[in-house]
T-cell receptor, first 115, second 114 residues
Framework: GAVVSQHPSWVICKSGTSVKIECRSLDFQATTMFWYRQFPKQSLMLMAT?????????EQGVEKDKFLINHASLTLSTLTVTSAHPEDSSFYICSAQDGFTGELFFGEGSRLTVL | GENVEQHPSTLSVQEGDSAVIKCTYS??????FPWYKQELGKGPQLIID?????GEKKDQRIAVTLNKTAKHFSLHITETQPEDSAVYFC?????????????FGTGTRLTIIP
């Protein structure tokens, strides 16, 4: 079946540094990718919708200058957390929509810990 | 926007018994309702979904029912097994394949007691 791969699966960084998380669709072309953030014992909250070749659409309250999203190809979207702070520590999950079938697949998530 | 409420937040069930999780949604335009299972430290995994033109769908031990009039849908797991222990999320969207944004419920932590 279709697989969405996220890398890294976990990362620890110092406060003030930037971290990039990759989301790849391994066997299908993803016209749309979604980025979610999940705090411990909470639900998934949509951060932004990413369409290949265009600017991401951010949800209300999500700082676009802090969470940079790039969807430069049909198989790769990246989320960069700039100037990370401890409150950015969270589980970041991407999902990718198969551009042919419309099906949606989730990645395994990336756990970010900011010290 | 859409608002999805999910109950209960925690559920403990004896192995072999049934578990039921309920969700309500607010936007009558929503027409796609997936259920996800999330294990610790992993991404959500689709276990079953239902579209608005169907009232019930079953896949082995898992079933989902949808009441569009009342705007609620439920997940039913029968003959529960220890491996069913996880957090379950319902979700809703306005598109049949979830290609518009999903709004998730708050989650139910299901524990199967051996």
């Amino acid at each position: 079946g279709a697989v969405v791969s996220q890398h890294p699966s976990w990362v620890i960084c110092k406060s003030g540094t930037s971290v990039k998380i990759e989301c790849r669709s391994l066997d299908f072309q993803a016209t749309t990718m979604f980025w979610y953030r999940q705090f411990p014992k909470q639900s998934l909250m949509l951060m932004a919708t990413s369409n290949e070749g265009s600017k991401a659409t951010y949800e209300q309250g999500v700082e676009k200058d802090k969470f940079l999203i790039n969807h430069a190809s049909l198989t790769l979207s990246t989320l960069t957390v700039t100037s990370a702070h401890p409150e950015d520590s969270s589980f970041y999950i991407c999902s990718a929509q198969d551009g042919f079938t419309g099906e949606l697949f989730f990645g395994e998530g990336s756990r970010l810990t900011v010290l | 926007g859409e608002n999805v409420e999910q109950h209960p937040s925690t559920l403990s069930v004896q192995e072999g018994d049934s578990a039921v999780i309920k969700c309500t949604y607010s936007d009558s335009a929503s027409n796609y309702f997936p259920w996800y299972k999330q294990e610790l430290g992993k991404g959500p995994q689709l276990i079953i979904d239902i579209r608005s033109n169907v009232g019930e769908k079953k896949d082995q031990r898992i079933a989902v029912t949808l009441n569009k009039t009342a705007k609620h849908f439920s997940l039913h797991i029968t003959e529960t097994q220890p491996e069913d222990s996880a957090v379950y999320f319902c979700a809703a969207s306005k598109s049949n394949f979830g290609n518009e944004k999903l709004t998730f419920g708050t989650g139910t932590r299901l524990t199967i007691i051996p």
